[in-house]
């Protein structure tokens, strides 16, 4: 599971999901250079940041990567990232979350400057999508329904790239994720509460852990106890984390890389004890060629992640990393971008390139931080309908991670919004106008869902006319054998006797009504 979300688990009011795994259902039916290492930001109030430690050029077993520069490249072209401004998942409608793993990738390589400028400007400024969407729709924000994950991974970018999170997007962004904090286990169906200490509305390790991320990040350390020691309680007894909250007792490969390197930036001495089970549990997930196993194979996702965590405590799993990189070079394809799986056909999955780009950089998101506010960004580019030129791949890096010390992190230069309070207010007409924004959302965030993929619709959609190219070829021949009024097939006509036999071959009699009903009405067999 992406980090897109991943994000990606978030159970909101969705209008195309249901539909979309209905339809899967039925169709399986019916079908039987080096790149250096970023300087990290500095964590107030978190004291086990010697737990993000990346491997030392002197610890660093040196391995042949995927290419970088044109896996950015790839991740920048017109061709997908719309406008310069998001990504889609289906025509019109931006997938913010998986815009801002794109984001992540982009600051973690630092190849491409301008196009991650242009994407945090859309999101700062509140940018629609042709549908009329904004990134404050797909997060709730100021609504009954907020995302506390979707909040904290907005956050989380706006740390990154050294923006103000307590001023992005029009809103308090740290306020509105310290109110998201649940008190209590909601009642009855209530879905927004898990139990204290989740976040509101985050239904998977991967939300939690994005909020965890950004609270701490933010020197939240006492706000981000409570949701600390609920993802704590989540470690299965060997190390890994389940992919579901409440608790789904799977083990998932991406969600324990989440939660480790959420949990090594908490304090404590639980914490440090996590992060060391994790990773370690992670390595012995290791497949031979490098990969690790996740529900539909090899996963291109999972190794980027796997590679993040395992870099947390790089000195005891260099092969590891080197074995996965290996792995990730094997999985990119000639465009710059990287297959799904291992197996199976190839070709380039946008949510799978995010993350094994920003992944083979071997930086956790707990520190990866590349500072924009130093530059002019440059005005959006624009739209021409005329065919996008392809982007010209630069110089092939080989990847090395290596160990940078702690940078000094660079603040924004403008003053951050003071502080909303603790819980938002809603507005006073959410109440009678509740679902147009929740059909919004849904339609902005169906597309974090691994299962409504855009790779699923279009196989969907194939199968589809294929099934309904045979439907009208059988009725076709339906009809040249057994003509309008013939009876009501072969079966009946052997049965009967001579006589009636030939009363229905003229059409007349209850034989031939019946038949003659039958084709042209299809109630026939």
Known sequence: MPLASASSAVIRVRVLAPAAALIAVACMSAVGG???????????????????????????????????????????????LIGGHYYESFPGYADF????????????????????????????????????NTVNDWTGIGTAFASGGAIGKE???????????????????????????????????????????????????????LGIMAQLRAGQASEASAPVAYLESLRNADGS???????????????????????????GARAAADVSSGVAWIARRQEHNGGFPSAGGESVNSAGLAIQALTL????YRSQISAALSFLARAQNANGGFSAYATGPRGSNLRASTQAVGGA?????????????????????????????SRTPAARKTVTVTVSSSAARATRSRPPAAAAASTPTPDPSAASAASAPRVRRALAAA??????????????????????????????????????GSGQGMNAAAGASPAARATAARGTGPAGSAGGAGVAGGAGP
């Open 34 to 80: 080096s790149a250096p290492v970023r300087g990290s930001a500095p964590v107030r109030g978190s004291a086990p940041l010697a737990l993000a430690a990346r491997v030392t050029p002197a610890l660093a077993a040196r391995a042949t990567g995927p290419d970088l520069s044109s896996g950015s490249a790839y991740l920048a072209a017109p061709a997908n």
């Open 97 to 132: 979350g998986l815009t801002m793993d794109g984001a992540f990738a982009l600051a973690a390589t630092g190849d491409d400057n301008p196009a991650l400028k242009r994407i945090v400007a859309f999101l700062d400024r509140d940018g629609k999508d042709p549908s009329g």
């Open 155 to 209: 956050a989380l970018l706006a740390e990154v790239t050294g923006d103000n999170p307590r001023d992005f997007g029009g809103h308090d962004l740290i306020a509105a994720l310290d109110a998201a904090v649940c008190a209590r286990a909601g009642a009855g169906a209530d879905p927004s509460c898990a139990a204290a200490g989740n976040y509101a509305y985050a239904t998977s390790v991967f939300d939690q852990a």
């Open 241 to 267: 984390f389940p992919s579901l909250i409440p608790d789904s007792g799977d083990q998932d490969v991406d969600s324990t890389a989440m939660a480790v390197m959420a949990l090594a930036l908490a304090p």
């Open 313 to 316: 405590q790089a000195a005891g």
């Open 361 to 389: 950089v071997g930086m956790s998101f707990g520190t990866l931080h590349r500072d924009l506010a130093a530059a002019t960004t440059p005005p959006p580019p624009v739209r021409s309908p005329a065919p996008r030129p």
């Open 447 to 484: 597309g974090n869902d691994a299962s409504v993929a855009t790779a699923l619709w279009r196989a969907t959609a194939a199968v589809a006319i294929m099934a309904a190219v045979v439907i009208g070829l059988l009725l076709l021949r339906r009809r040249r054998m057994y003509p309008r």
